[in-house]
Nanobody, 126 residues
Framework: QVQLVESGGGLVQPGGSLRLSCAAS??????????IAWFRQAPGKEREGVSC????????YYADSVKGRFTVSRDNAKNTVYLQMISLKPEDTAIYYC?????????????????WGQGTQVAVSS
């Protein structure tokens, strides 16, 4: 089965940090061919895009809500994309998903992505 697999979520105190990972299962996540995005969905809210790593050059893009606190990076040798999150806030609490698509530029629109993971829970609480 072709899918993405997220890991690295957990419970952290406000101001803390987490690093999420996104890898592929069932196919090779060729980062020259796939743009990778991170989305999150909090209870009772719509799923929203937070960050993106463009195919080929990995150029990043961030939603205003996470700019300066989240960093997206990738390891081409491992075909893995990471989301480093610092200065976490309670409002960052959500299930985080990674998604892959062939879009040429970064997009935080759900429709741009064909492959999705099952999500990893991030909880920020004291």
């Amino acid at each position: 089965q072709v899918q993405l697999v997220e890991s690295g979520g957990g419970l952290v105190q406000p101001g803390g940090s987490l690093r999420l990972s996104c890898a592929a299962s069932g196919f090779t996540l060729d980062l020259d061919r796939y743009t990778i995005a991170w989305f999150r969905q909090a209870p009772g809210k719509e799923r929203e895009g937070v960050s993106c790593s463009r195919r080929n050059d990995g150029s990043p893009y961030y939603a205003d809500s996470v700019k300066g606190r989240f960093t997206v990076s990738r390891d081409n040798a491992k075909n893995t994309v990471y989301l480093q999150m610092i200065s976490l806030k309670p409002e960052d609490t959500a299930i985080y998903y990674c998604a892959a698509g062939h879009v040429l530029t970064c997009s935080l629109s759900r429709g741009a992505y064909s492959y999705w993971g099952q999500g990893t829970q991030v909880a920020v609480s004291s």
